[in-house]
Nanobody, 121 residues
């Protein structure tokens, strides 16, 4: 079981930037798919971005061109750089780590506790 701890959330004005970090424990970090998801009250959790062990990335259409996911396998850490933030980006952001065999299961893997991102004037 991989344990994940997110950090970097907070309050930012529209157009601003934040960088989220997710520190993982466990030797399987480098082979797992790492992802960032977000959830707002009353809605389902949605995929924001994911990065595969080889570096391939996948983004939600709503964040393409504004967000960038990266990973540092030596530090067991995954990052989400968020630029040009909009009020609709406000959500709790969760880090996820899962075995590639569970690629198409959005509930699979280990989850962090979440970090709040609020975009407001």
């Amino acid at each position: 079981q991989v344990q994940l701890v997110e950090s970097g959330g907070g309050l930012v004005q529209p157009g601003g930037s934040l960088r989220l970090s997710c520190a993982a424990s466990g030797s399987i970090f480098s082979s797992n798919i790492m992802g960032w998801y977000r959830q707002v009250p009353g809605k389902q959790r949605e995929l924001v971005a994911e990065i595969f062990s080889g570096g391939k990335t996948n983004y939600a259409d709503s964040v393409k061109g504004r967000f960038a996911i990266s990973r540092d396998n030596a530090k067991n850490t995954v990052y989400l750089q968020m630029n040009s933030l909009k009020p609709e980006d406000t959500a709790v952001y969760y880090c996820n780590s899962k075995n590639p065999l569970h690629l198409f299961d959005p509930q699979a893997g280990s989850w962090g506790q979440g970090t709040q991102v609020t975009v407001s004037p």
